[in-house]
């Protein structure tokens, strides 16, 4: 049996952490009211993981440039999980906020760094395969 390559499980790690956010993101609400918030609570807890990601970007890409890539995409991918977890089992609205604020920064990395990995892949394969795959990162851009 053939061992998976690298961008095998990268893409798969990728598909897992999106499921993972969007499950997260579909109950958040719920939850949140569920744990007597108000509408105030909600818009924080959407404005402090864009914020988080964002504060992350650059110092991530930086550092990830510097010391190598690798330990900052799996670093990424295991404070998400780390964020899940949290959510998993906060008590109330403010342990929540600090889990969007964890996974804003865990994103960042994951995210940034999973384009760069992907950016490898492209340069490895043919002229068609890597068409197709402009074609794609230009139909689901961030």
């Not at 009211?33 to 108000?38: G, T, V, Y």
């Not at 550092?63 to 690798?70: K, V």
């Not at 949290?86 to 999973?114: C, K, W």
């Amino acid at each position: 049996m053939k061992k998976p390559g690298l961008s095998t499980v990268l893409f798969a790690a990728a598909f897992c952490m999106m499921v993972g956010v969007g499950a997260i993101v579909s109950i958040l609400p719920r939850r949140i009211l569920d744990l007597s918030a108000d509408g105030i609570s909600l818009g924080l807890l959407s404005t402090s993981f864009a914020v988080a990601y964002l504060a992350a970007q650059l110092p991530v890409g930086y550092l990830a440039d510097r010391f190598g890539a690798s330990a900052f995409l799996v670093g990424g991918y295991l404070v998400c999980a780390a964020a899940g977890l949290i959510f998993y089992l906060a008590p109330n609205a403010s342990v929540i906020l600090v889990a969007r604020i964890v996974q804003g920064i865990g994103e960042a990395p994951a995210l940034s760094r999973q384009k760069a990995a992907d950016r490898a892949v492209l340069e490895k394969l043919n002229a068609t395969s890597r068409h197709i795959l402009r074609v794609n990162s230009r139909i689901f851009r961030q």
